[in-house]
């Protein structure tokens, strides 16, 4: 029989600073433990997350907002155990008013031009037009400074990184997607000393006019060395003459849809926190033009693997002169060797070097090069042996680089140079990236396997997953590229094999779901935590009717559902923080609540979709839970907290 755990308050508050356990919320937690006893907590031995089920019709309240039904259950060394029973926190929903620490508001979310004005909704039919606001919060860092000075900060300060990927809509509901320039926000968090809870004492728009702006900011990660690397996916296709999109998103940035450059973005963004709770932001161009989703930083701090959320996506490799300096180095792209094809496939992967780079050479190229100037592409066979046959974004065209264009080809044409190079470039929106150090295994999120992945594209020919599927990558040293030269690192992709896939249904469940419920589906965040020893997985689902947040325990190989995001809605944000001040986080956004995947016929009826069998009643719910006074939706911006339960 487990015996109680008893201590002093102070004792056992003590004691939790040194324990991989979620921060403690509210006065609750102060009166759970004894005040009489002196017993030593003892030493943690495991833990793991006990699942919620997925929220039904019979609860329509819990498929309309974050619900969070699991709990932690945490084992210590003499054979006591603690339960602690999850919750989920916001800093914020967008759109709402949030104190800039001058003694004034700002707009969560808020967008602003290349010369830090406010971008106003001409669509909307106010007379005072509103600000633009994201409902599509995305990746997230919690940083603690040695010498932060923030004024209105009661006990310890902190700080996030918040940068929102997009804006779905205008006020008359026009499509926004990519239109708008991208946000970076840092957030001063007050954090209780005794309990862990954070408090939002300021929120700081980070001007991006130093770096053009920045395009589509999806997932992120925190570096070793305290800055917050950011990414630009889907990158704008400098071929195209004509791009709507990219003229939108010019227009709202600069004021002229067409003095955007194309080539100044799809690279690497890095914001930097300032003691004083502001953010500043540098582009490193020399990692790769590519969709980039994250990069992962390995524990030799020169190391980078990075997700591909391309339709032909690679596996890119980017190796640092220098650590804690990404301005120089060596991009890689993997070759893959396959072993099998069955629950995602797996194989042995070669490395491909595309070249060595500075990002000062490399955004010199992109201010003065236009794509006509590096590359030829045809959409259709030219008949001529100089041309090369690639996929690109999911057709077929003939490329030919231009003599003495290879370095810009590789850093700013970099998939259709990496295909040309003979890169397997047959994944398909390769997503989150993430970090296994003592088993010195990495993790990648694939959200979906299909077309390109089950063709034979790039060698790539493994079985049909819709669902998705997490891969795992062994790493290790002594590697060599394509030339046999020596790879600079002991943090080298040497195989990649499925390691956790969701499961396609042949007709929808009861609910609409047309994928099980209880796997995952069309994972995309990604997240590792040490002390817990647990693969953190955020879903981005057009298979589940909510989409979920996972704990997988990689000992134990226990899958745990733990949050559920309000319907329609992706799971973003995740951040898996193992201790900052004796506290451990897993910080959690989500976006486009209610973004329902419907059919209709010709006459605008609603016929069939994803949330066919929802909608209609999750909608006004919805509307209620996150939608400002003139019913536009926002996302939500924070973090999941534990309250004992047991002891």
């Given at each position: 029989?487990?015996?109680?755990?008893?201590?002093?308050?102070?004792?056992?508050l003590?004691?939790?600073?040194?324990?991989?356990?979620?921060?403690?919320?509210?006065?609750?937690?102060?009166?759970?433990f004894?005040?009489?006893?002196?017993?030593?907590m003892?030493?943690?031995?495991?833990?793991?997350?006990?699942?919620?089920?997925?929220p039904?019709?019979?609860?329509?309240?819990?498929?309309?907002?974050?619900?969070?039904?699991?709990?932690m259950?945490?084992?210590?060394?003499?054979?006591?155990?603690?339960?602690?029973k999850?919750?989920?926190?916001?800093?914020?929903?967008?759109?709402a008013?949030?104190?800039d620490?001058?003694?004034?508001?700002?707009?969560?979310?808020?967008?602003?031009?290349?010369?830090?004005?406010?971008?106003?909704?001409p669509?909307?039919?106010e007379?005072?037009?509103?600000?633009?606001?994201?409902?599509a919060?995305?990746?997230?860092?919690?940083?603690k400074?040695?010498?932060?000075?923030?004024?209105?900060?009661?006990?310890?300060?902190?700080?996030?990184v918040?940068?929102?990927?997009?804006?779905?809509?205008?006020?008359?509901?026009?499509?926004?997607?990519?239109?708008l320039?991208?946000?970076?926000?840092v957030?001063?968090?007050?954090?209780?000393?005794?309990?862990?809870?954070l408090?939002?004492v300021?929120?700081?728009?980070?001007?991006?006019?130093?770096?053009?702006?920045?395009?589509?900011?999806?997932g992120?990660?925190?570096?070793?060395?305290?800055?917050?690397?950011?990414?630009?996916?889907?990158?704008?296709?400098?071929?195209?003459?004509?791009?709507?999109?990219?003229?939108?998103f010019?227009?709202?940035?600069?004021?002229?849809?067409?003095?955007?450059?194309?080539?100044?973005?799809?690279?690497?963004p890095?914001?930097?926190?300032?003691?004083?709770?502001?953010?500043?932001?540098?582009?490193?161009?020399?990692?790769?033009?590519?969709?980039?989703?994250?990069?992962q930083?390995?524990?030799?701090?020169?190391t980078?693997?990075m997700?591909?959320?391309?339709?032909?996506?690679?596996?890119?490799?980017?190796?640092?002169?220098?650590?804690?300096?990404?301005?120089?180095?060596?991009?890689?792209?993997?070759?893959?060797?396959?072993?099998?094809?069955?629950?995602?496939?797996?194989?042995?992967?070669?490395?491909i070097n595309?070249?060595?780079?500075?990002?000062d050479?490399?955004?010199?190229?992109?201010?003065?090069l236009?794509?006509?100037?590096?590359?030829?592409?045809?959409?259709?066979?030219?008949?001529?042996?100089?041309?090369?046959?690639?996929?690109?974004?999911?057709?077929?065209?003939?490329?030919?680089?231009?003599?003495?264009?290879e370095?810009a080809?590789?850093?700013?044409?970099?998939?259709?140079?990496?295909?040309?190079?003979?890169?397997?470039?047959?994944?398909t929106?390769m997503?989150?990236?993430?970090?296994?150090?003592?088993d010195?295994v990495?993790?990648?999120?694939?959200?979906?396997?299909?077309?390109?992945?089950t063709?034979?594209?790039?060698?790539?020919?493994?079985?049909?997953?819709?669902?998705?599927?997490?891969?795992?990558?062994?790493?290790?040293?002594?590697q060599?590229?394509?030339?046999?030269?020596?790879i600079?690192s002991?943090?080298?992709?040497?195989?990649?094999?499925g390691?956790i896939?969701?499961?396609?249904?042949?007709?929808?469940?009861?609910?609409?779901?047309?994928?099980?419920?209880?796997?995952?589906?069309?994972?995309?965040?990604?997240?590792?935590s040490?002390?817990?020893r647990?693969?953190f997985?955020?879903?981005?689902?057009?298979?589940?009717v909510?989409?979920f947040?996972?704990a997988?325990n990689?000992?134990?190989?226990?899958?745990s559902?733990?949050?559920?995001?309000?319907?329609?809605?992706?799971?973003t944000?995740?951040?898996?923080?193992?201790?900052?001040?004796?506290?451990?986080y897993?910080?959690?956004?989500f976006?486009?609540?209610?973004?329902?995947?419907?059919?209709?016929?010709d006459?605008?009826?609603?016929?069939?979709?994803?949330?066919?069998?929802?909608?209609?009643?999750?909608e006004p719910?919805?509307?209620?839970?996150?939608?400002?006074?003139?019913?536009?939706?926002?996302?939500?911006?924070?973090?999941?907290?534990?309250?004992?339960?047991?002891?």
């Amino acid at each position: 029989m487990n015996q109680p755990i008893q201590a002093t308050r102070r004792q056992a508050l003590k004691a939790l600073a040194y324990a991989p356990l979620l921060p403690l919320a509210g006065s609750a937690a102060s009166a759970l433990f004894s005040t009489t006893a002196s017993a030593a907590m003892p030493a943690i031995a495991s833990a793991r997350f006990i699942p919620m089920p997925a929220p039904g019709l019979d609860n329509p309240a819990a498929m309309s907002t974050v619900t969070v039904g699991s709990s932690m259950q945490v084992k210590y060394a003499d054979g006591t155990e603690q339960l602690f029973k999850l919750q989920y926190q916001p800093f914020f929903v967008t759109g709402a008013e949030v104190p800039d620490g001058k003694g004034g508001t700002v707009i969560a979310g808020g967008y602003y031009d290349i010369n830090g004005k406010p971008i106003l909704d001409p669509s909307s039919t106010e007379a005072t037009k509103p600000q633009f606001f994201s409902d599509a919060p995305d990746g997230m860092s919690l940083i603690k400074l040695d010498s932060p000075k923030v004024d209105g900060v009661k006990g310890n300060p902190l700080f996030a990184v918040v940068q929102f990927e997009y804006c779905s809509t205008d006020a008359a509901g026009g499509d926004m997607y990519g239109k708008l320039p991208s946000q970076y926000a840092v957030l001063t968090l007050d954090q209780d000393p005794k309990t862990g809870k954070l408090d939002l004492v300021k929120y700081s728009h980070v001007d991006t006019a130093p770096v053009n702006g920045v395009w589509i900011t999806c997932g992120a990660s925190l570096s070793p060395w305290n800055t917050h690397l950011s990414s630009e996916e889907y990158e704008p296709d400098a071929t195209k003459s004509e791009d709507e999109e990219f003229a939108g998103f010019s227009q709202n940035l600069y004021g002229d849809p067409k003095q955007a450059n194309p080539y100044h973005y799809g690279h690497l963004p890095e914001v930097t926190v300032n003691a004083d709770g502001t953010g500043t932001v540098v582009k490193h161009y020399n990692l790769g033009r590519i969709s980039h989703e994250l990069i992962q930083m390995m524990p030799d701090e020169r190391t980078a693997l990075m997700g591909d959320d391309a339709t032909n996506g690679g596996l890119f490799l980017f190796v640092a002169d220098k650590p804690r300096d990404l301005s120089a180095g060596t991009l890689y792209v993997a070759k893959w060797g396959q072993k099998t094809k069955e629950n995602g496939g797996s194989a042995d992967l070669a490395w491909i070097n595309l070249g060595h780079a500075t990002s000062d050479e490399i955004e010199a190229l992109a201010d003065k090069l236009t794509a006509k100037d590096i590359l030829e592409v045809k959409k259709e066979d030219p008949n001529d042996a100089a041309f090369t046959k690639i996929m690109f974004n999911g057709k077929p065209s003939w490329v030919k680089i231009l003599p003495g264009q290879e370095k810009a080809a590789a850093f700013l044409e970099t998939h259709r140079y990496a295909a040309i190079k003979g890169g397997s470039l047959g994944f398909t929106k390769m997503e989150g990236t993430t970090v296994n150090v003592k088993d010195k295994v990495a993790y990648s999120a694939m959200s979906a396997v299909r077309k390109a992945m089950t063709e034979g594209t790039g060698g790539v020919a493994v079985d049909k997953i819709e669902a998705g599927v997490v891969y795992a990558h062994n790493l290790s040293g002594g590697q060599k590229d394509d030339t046999g030269a020596a790879i600079d690192s002991e943090w080298v992709p040497v195989h990649m094999a499925g390691l956790i896939a969701g499961e396609d249904l042949k007709e929808p469940d009861a609910l609409g779901n047309l994928a099980h419920a209880d796997k995952i589906g069309n994972p995309d965040n990604l997240k590792f935590s040490e002390k817990l020893r647990t693969l953190f997985i955020g879903e981005d689902s057009g298979m589940h009717v909510n989409n979920f947040l996972w704990a997988y325990n990689v000992d134990t190989k226990e899958l745990s559902r733990i949050l559920s995001t309000p319907s329609g809605a992706e799971s973003t944000g995740l951040h898996a923080v193992d201790e900052v001040n004796g506290f451990t986080y897993i910080m959690s956004n989500f976006q486009h609540a209610g973004d329902w995947e419907l059919k209709k016929d010709d006459a605008g009826n609603v016929t069939s979709g994803l949330h066919i069998k929802v909608y209609k009643e999750l909608e006004p719910l919805i509307a209620k839970n996150y939608g400002d006074a003139r019913g536009k939706l926002g996302g939500a911006v924070g973090y999941l907290t534990g309250l004992p339960a047991t002891a």
